[in-house]
């Protein structure tokens, strides 16, 4: 991080965060759709984006594998430095615009039509070599999964006390838990909103709100302005979601 005093204002502080400049050709090794860089493939590196697939339980890859070979330096070899990749999930809400994955997954039958073709063989060798350990990692992941689940549980300031008194009303046991509800439920209710409109008109209704907002528009089911306050919501609900607690149980934002 670069701390700069500005010219006119010398007490006036600037921080900029820098990266080493890249230099060489910048390659792309393979894209969001599938297509590979043919004359110089990089198995190990189509692998990476094949293991990335498995080892999440086919729920997201990472492609537009691309970045910078960097020469070889003395006796060691040279290295690829990777950069500004895309992401393919089965969540629609997540990776932006370059995240092909939801809805059917056409982003995983791309990459894996050409990854597996027998005239290119790219899947091969390096993909055979970490195969064996996709069981295992996923294994561990699962295990560190169930095991954060359990330390969830037990903060008891995450318990929501159902209040009988006032049906249809919920009282928390901290105001943390009023602040997540708050940025919640307003998503939830927006989802119930599509559902509703959607199911109307016999439409199917998708389980990611970005698409059931999306698809009320398409339906002109819903003015420009429901729907930017709609997405308004999903994106603080989804800010909701992403907090945390630590081991200490203080809340942390991890994304
Ligand atoms: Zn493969």
């Known amino acids: ?30 894209n969001n759709a599938g297509i590979v860089y043919a004359p110089d493939p990089q198995l190990h590196l189509q692998a990476f984006s094949h293991w990335t697939y498995e080892v999440t339980d086919k729920k997201l890859m990472v492609v537009d594998v691309q970045g910078f070979k960097m020469p070889a330096e003395g006796s060691a070899a040279p290295r690829i430095l990777l950069v500004d990749p895309a992401i393919h999930c089965v969540g629609t809400d997540y990776f932006t615009s370059t995240n092909c994955g939801g809805e059917g997954g056409a982003g995983f039958d791309l990459f894996l039509e050409s990854h597996r073709n027998p005239k290119t063989h790219y899947c091969g060798k390096a993909c055979k070599a970490v195969r064996d350990k996709f069981k295992a990692f996923r294994k561990k992941q699962h295990e560190e999964a169930e095991q954060a689940e359990r330390t969830r549980r037990a903060f008891s300031c995450l318990r929501v006390v159902p209040d009988r008194a006032s049906p249809g009303g919920t009282a928390s046991t901290s105001p943390l838990v009023d602040k997540k ?23 199917p209704v998708p389980g990611a709100l970005f698409q059931a907002i999306e698809d009320c528009l398409k339906h002109r089911l819903m003015a420009p302005e429901r729907v930017a306050e709609l997405h308004r919501r999903r994106v603080e609900g989804n800010i909701g979601r992403h907090d945390w607690f630590d081991s200490m149980g203080n809340l942390t934002r991890v994304n």
């Open 181 to 203: 509800l708050g940025q919640l439920k307003p998503a939830l209710k927006a989802h119930e909103e599509c559902s509703k409109l959607l199911a109307g008109r016999a439409l």
């Open 1 to 30: 991080m670069l701390c700069v005093p500005q010219v006119d204002n010398p007490k006036l502080l600037r921080f900029l965060m820098v990266e080493p400049l890249l230099v060489g050709v910048m390659r792309k090794w393979n």
